[in-house]
């Protein structure tokens, strides 16, 4: 289906969800149903509100408190309901061969059940409303998001115990220049430390990586000769 013809599905849904008159009540081989939870993909889990027939009367979490029983399945959710009608727990919709066709509108079940012919209706909305609320289901952590046992870090040596005292820097420039290049990254290896002290992979880099001190000579003086040298040539 095109873009377009979602959009006039959408609306036609949502003004058939918003007039007040447009449902009037369940037809021939439809339903009402309460919803027990919320939709897990294309379907959704509901209570039917139709006494079942020889069940199974020793169930009793499908069993209200006056031993009325009512069939909890799963059916399923249509795409055209997706982004346009929200289904949720002790929500009342229409079932019918499995699938829902339709959600009513609060106003539009309350005035299907202001009808003193819908008594018993309302009594059994009332009732899987109940069973619902006392049957829900406690949220669980899902699996995917616990804490893995092997992880990179957990594989790592642990390095918390080693001394990460600073050794000086041995170069060629002699002790003067040792003594002002550990002056100047002192503040800056104090920084460090207190940015690793909460990295947690602070544990598995170099300790002297504050210290470590690349430096490449230079030698300006060979551009001025050569400059003199060219000067010489054109006089």
């Given amino acids: 289906m095109s873009g377009a013809g979602r959009k006039h599905r959408a609306k036609h849904l949502t003004r058939q969800y918003l007039d007040v008159n447009a449902w009037e009540g369940p037809g021939e081989n439809e339903t009402l149903a309460v919803c027990t ?37 799963l059916v399923h959710v249509p795409r055209k309901f997706h982004k346009v009608i929200w289904l949720g727990i002790k929500d009342v919709l229409v ?25 018993e209706w309302n009594e059994r909305i009332i009732r899987a409303r109940n069973m619902a609320i006392e049957n829900r289901r406690a949220v669980e952590r899902m699996p995917l998001y616990n804490k893995q046992a092997t992880t990179t870090l957990s594989e790592l040596p642990c390095t918390d115990n080693v001394d990460n005292s600073k050794a000086p820097v041995e170069n060629g420039f002699g002790a003067g220049h040792t003594r002002k290049i550990k002056g100047e990254s002192s503040n800056h290896t104090e920084e460090c430390n207190r940015d690793s002290d909460n990295d947690s992979l602070s544990r598995v880099v170099n300790p002297n990586r504050g210290t470590i001190k690349h430096r490449q000579q230079f030698f300006y003086a060979c551009e001025a000769d050569e400059e003199m040298e060219e000067e010489e040539e054109e006089s």
């Fill in 95 to 119: 079932v019918a061969d499995g699938c829902v066709q339709f959600k009513p509108s609060p106003e539009q079940l309350e005035n299907f059940l202001r009808n003193s012919a819908n008594a």
């Fill in 37 to 73: 939870e919320p939709p897990h993909g294309q379907h959704v889990r509901v209570l039917l509100l139709t006494t079942v027939a020889g069940a199974d009367l020793s169930d009793k979490k499908n069993q209200d408190k006056e031993g009325q029983f009512f069939q909890e399945v």
